[in-house]
């Protein structure tokens, strides 16, 4: 039986419902925030500003964005945080990027943490000595062929300069690559200013220090902005190796030195989490000449149409067909899954609020549900994320994004080889409208009328759950309980509740058969004690 | 192998932590401010702090953690965060509606010098602070001490902005409460009443940490102490401090500003303990202590020894924080078993001292406080010689797996177990829920393991 939609909501109250609570001030700040979706006429949305001060926010910091995002998920690279010890102990093993290392003498330095504890001496005269003897600590007891160093807030304050101590530590270990991050929790207004300074060390201290990447298959790619959340990566490592074609570099789960330092012998970058890596993806481009597309291993129709597409790209009959042998393989099992899963799923509504991309990529498994997403949003995500690059040049650039550092990259003067021809792009465009370089945003995908809201605060959260009573809410790990003592199911994208994977054929039919579970879980009927639900007569035994 | 570059040989570290067992302050005071009625922890620093600390804390109680945050840019690092404390306490007040706001400070806020009772005041001169509600705050530097001084300093502070003394004094006893899971919280107050002496306890996490699913979502939490109760503090005739570490500085302050008199008591946790704090109890409530409880005592021994073959000599490594693992090291030795390797990244000069005298009669033991005792060293330590047992937060499941090391989670965070803010470790049940688990932890591994031949079908 099609069900419908369970109700036809208007959302467009929702706004003022809210910016009337707020301090005026902070509410008209707010309201630019929050906007009713049109995909025909894609209105501009307030995204990548400052979050007002007490608002409680779902974002995190810089450090979180470089350390903890791009550059956790790196396998053999001693990740050392300069810092007070806490920054460095939240990052460890918090994030669920699986890592295999498959022999044992194989590096693996995912299960560690690596800090300098600065105490208040190292505040007061510097920590830069500390920060060396910790070096070379670890250079004694590893002996890794990386070593990255990441800043925490008090060590910009006191000027504690990392970069230099790099060099001066790779003069005495020359055979490490020994870098550093400035990637103070203060800089930027969220995460993202994190993946920006990480990018760019990625590309100043590794990428294209190694010519001879390991080759089995005569076509190659990167994939970057994926970082092996619940071994989502190994899914579409499997999926690549079927179809025969190598991946140099995954940016960055499960990924090693030699990925990135061979990442621009590739021939195309897919770009799956584009508010973390476009950068990467940019400046292999500008650099070398590799050029780039938005992919999607998010969804069985979406993991299908980015095969397609790196078949259609290097153009070659023999790849195309093997595609079409995976695709149709793996379609069979995932086409019953979905009718077993839809059953239960279609109808239902979801709200979801995570990352600079997931809101966006987790929509097509729920359209795959049958489910509608009413209100979606980023948490550090910037306007071309949600309108499409095309709103790139129109953005201002206001003081918290003008820090950051901006590096100039130019063609590699020997390496530079352009892997398509202006002509042929424009020819891919045509034939199979694969677009370079172009991310369209997530507002383009939704319906007209749903809402979207950049930097959720608290409060909205609970009001959207209030009005709009959705049958699952997704976000992260400080919204999950709340959202559950609401009685509302809550899965968590981030971290995947400990499930996944959810990337390619085989995550989808994982997606499916979770959110079947969340449809068919009986526990949130139990919330009332049966005397509760009905009036009771009582009576009284009278004793004499 | 997980750990797979670990190995038997130490070197001499000086500056390099690797596997901390601490984190830092500021989530100790977070933590302990969610134990007041009605109160709102607000981090004054980086947006991360905040995000990093209500994460963690989820993930531990998998409960709903709220704080604010003075969300810094670099513009109010260089030029100071008053404007955006001042802005917070207005939006938080204003939409959050919180009885009170518990400002702590983070090593950003710290380092750039933020004056907290200058900044606190501008709000109240603005009027941002309305009528009845309060805003207090405590220094929390992340490059001092860890997270159970960052606790410590949130419980000074309730003491320092409520506890006021009256003429009129109560016969009532405070309990201050070292950090522990509101199981735990609850089993000290189930005692409390079992003994029907009054008491208050602070900060008091029970009906906030682990608060019934009813479909009804509540900012603050029908638990924790009210802030009338907190003000009563003053007037009571005695507190006892559970967890030196985390408590006595509140003791002393309370005694300085109130004249109450104190007691500095370990979190009872094993018998010994648990006799120690009823007995004080008794002595300072003046009440007696029931047959009820020497019956629960004799439950407690009753199960230890039917469980003592397989206790007797093992050798355990520990984790954790002073509060709670010089009780529990306590525990152990009286069961006959051996806690061979104890470590703590808190620096305790009380555990420093407890530490030889819990260990006297066992010569191999090895123990490390402060800086650098790391759960890194502690597992080199395994590797030299290794143990039958491992206590400690979740981090230890990865020398579990690689050691084959049967292994019992307890202390901050457990993040990938549910129950423990549900079944209390303190007092002589809590002895008891202990004793299981530990049996049970090893009894499956034996089972699991031993020889087909070996496997019995009795204890």
């Known amino acids: 039986m099609e069900k419908k939609i369970k109700k036809e909501l208007d959302l467009t109250n929702f706004t003022d419902e809210v910016v009337a609570a707020y301090p005026s001030k902070v509410g008209k700040k707010r309201a630019k925030s929050i906007v009713i979706n049109d995909p025909d006429s894609i209105p501009k949305i307030q995204a990548n500003v400052r979050t007002i001060p007490g608002i409680i926010t779902q974002r995190g910091c810089t450090y979180a964005g470089c350390k903890g995002v791009v550059l956790g998920p790196t396998r053999d690279i001693v990740n050392i945080t300069h810092g007070p010890i806490g920054c460095g102990y939240y990052s460890w093993l918090t994030r669920r990027n699986q890592t295999r290392a498959d022999k044992p003498e194989m590096e693996n330095y995912i299960p560690y943490a690596f800090s300098t504890d600065m105490q208040d001496s190292n505040i007061v005269f510097g920590g830069e000595e500390k920060l060396k003897q910790a070096i070379r600590e670890a250079h004694e007891l590893f002996h890794p062929k990386g070593i990255a160093i990441f800043s925490t807030c008090p060590v910009g304050l006191i000027g504690d300069d990392v970069h230099r101590v790099a060099r001066q530590m790779k003069e005495e270990f020359p055979e490490v690559n020994i870098f550093g991050f400035s990637c103070e929790g203060y800089r930027g207004v969220s995460q993202s200013a994190g993946h920006h300074i990480a990018n760019n060390g990625l590309y100043k201290n590794l990428i294209g220090n190694n010519d001879n990447p390991t080759r089995k298959h005569k076509y190659a790619v990167n994939v970057l902005g994926e970082y092996n959340i619940g071994g989502d990566a190994f899914v579409i490592e499997d999926l690549f190796e079927r179809i025969g074609v190598d991946i140099i570099a995954t940016m960055s789960g499960n990924s090693t030195l030699e990925q990135f330092e061979t990442a621009h012998t590739a021939d195309f970058s897919l770009v799956m989490c584009h508010r973390s890596i476009n950068y990467v993806a940019e400046m292999l481009e500008t650099s070398f000449g590799i050029p780039w597309a938005k992919a999607n291993f998010i969804g069985a129709d979406a993991t299908a149409k980015t095969l397609r597409k790196v078949g259609q790209y290097f153009g070659d009959q023999e790849l195309i067909d093997r595609i079409e042998v995976v695709i149709a393989e793996e379609m069979e099992t995932v086409k019953t899954a979905i009718a077993k899963a839809k059953a239960k799923t279609e109808g239902k509504t979801a709200m979801m609020f995570v990352g600079g991309s997931r809101a966006h990529h987790y929509q097509e498994l729920f359209t795959e549900l049958g489910m509608e997403t009413l209100v979606a949003g980023y948490e550090f995500g910037h306007r071309d994320d949600y309108e499409g690059r095309r709103v790139m040049p129109t953005i201002q650039i206001d003081a918290d994004s003008r820090n950051i550092e901006e590096i100039t990259v130019v063609p590699d003067p020997t390496r530079f080889n352009p892997r398509k021809s202006e002509e042929e792009l424009a020819q891919l465009k045509e034939a199979f409208d694969i677009e370079f370089n172009e991310y369209k945003g997530m507002m383009t995908d939704m319906k007209k009328g749903t809402l979207v809201i950049d930097d959720l605060s608290h409060f909205e959260m609970e009001k959207l759950i209030e009005l709009y009573k959705p049958d699952v809410f997704c976000a992260g790990i400080k919204e999950k309980y709340v959202v559950q003592k609401m009685g509302i199911p809550m899965k968590q994208l981030h971290n995947y509740d400990n499930g996944g994977p959810y990337a390619g054929f085989k995550g989808a039919i994982n997606f499916y058969k979770d959110i079947e579970m969340i449809a068919c879980s009986t526990i949130f009927k139990q919330m009332k004690a049966p005397w509760e639900n009905e009036a009771f007569v009582t009576a009284e035994y009278v004793f004499n | ?459």
């Open chain 2, 1 to 459: 192998m997980l750990l797979r570059h670990t190995t038997a040989l130490e070197i001499d570290r000086k500056a390099l932590t690797i596997n901390p067992a601490k984190t830092c302050q500021p989530v100790g005071a977070m933590f302990a401010a969610l134990g007041i009625h009605g109160c709102l922890p607000h981090s004054h620093g980086s947006q991360g702090c905040c995000s990093y600390h209500r994460s963690a804390l989820s993930r531990h109680f998998r409960e709903p953690i709220m704080a604010g945050t003075s969300s810094f840019s670099e513009g109010s690092s260089v030029f100071g965060g008053s404007a955006n404390l001042v802005q917070a306490i207005d939006t938080m007040f204003t939409v959050y509606k919180p009885e009170v706001i518990a400002v702590h400070t983070t090593c950003l806020s710290e380092t750039i010098g933020d004056d907290l009772v200058q900044i606190v005041s501008k709000a109240n001169e603005d009027k941002l602070i309305p009528e009845g509600k309060y805003v207090i705050h405590c220094n929390t530097p992340s490059y001092v001490g860890t997270h159970v001084t960052g606790y410590s300093n949130q419980v000074a502070a309730f003491v320092k902005f409520f506890s006021t003394a009256t003429p009129k004094k109560r016969n009532v006893i405070n309990i201050a409460a070292g950090w522990m899971e509101p199981s735990d919280m609850r089993e000290i107050k189930r005692l409390t009443t079992v003994m029907e002496a009054r008491t208050i306890m602070f900060p008091d996490m029970t009906d906030v940490l682990d608060a019934p699913l009813d479909g009804h979502y509540k900012m603050y939490p029908t638990g924790g102490t009210t802030i009338e109760d907190m003000k009563l503090t003053g007037d009571s005739k005695f507190t006892l401090g559970l967890g030196q570490s985390c408590t006595e500085d509140a003791c002393i302050k309370l005694d300085n500003k109130c004249k109450v008199k104190f007691e500095m008591l370990d979190i009872p946790i094993g018998f010994k303990a648990t006799d120690r704090f009823l007995m004080s109890l008794s002595r300072h409530a003046n009440v007696p202590i029931p047959q009820s409880l020497s019956d629960e005592r004799g439950r407690l021994i009753d199960l230890i020894s039917d469980s003592s073959k397989y206790l007797y000599g093992k050798r355990v490594a520990l984790w954790g924080d002073p509060d709670t693992l010089i009780p529990l090291v306590e525990f152990l030795v009286s069961m006959d078993m051996k806690p061979v390797y104890v470590v703590t990244g808190t620096p305790s000069k009380y555990f420093d001292a407890k530490m030889p005298e819990l260990l006297k009669d066992i010569p191999e033991a090895k123990f490390k406080s402060g800086e650098l005792a790391d759960m890194f060293r502690m597992h080199q330590w395994i590797k030299q010689e290794g143990v039958d047992l491992l206590i400690g937060n979740t981090y230890g499941k990865y020398i579990a797996r690689d050691e084959n090391t049967p292994f019992v989670r307890f202390g901050f965070p457990i993040a990938d177990r549910p129950g423990h803010n549900y079944f209390a470790k303190t007092g002589y049940e809590g002895g008891a829920n202990l004793v299981k688990q530990i049996m049970d932890a090893f009894l499956d591994h034996y089972d699991r393991t031993c020889l087909e031949e070996k496997v019995e079908f009795q204890l």
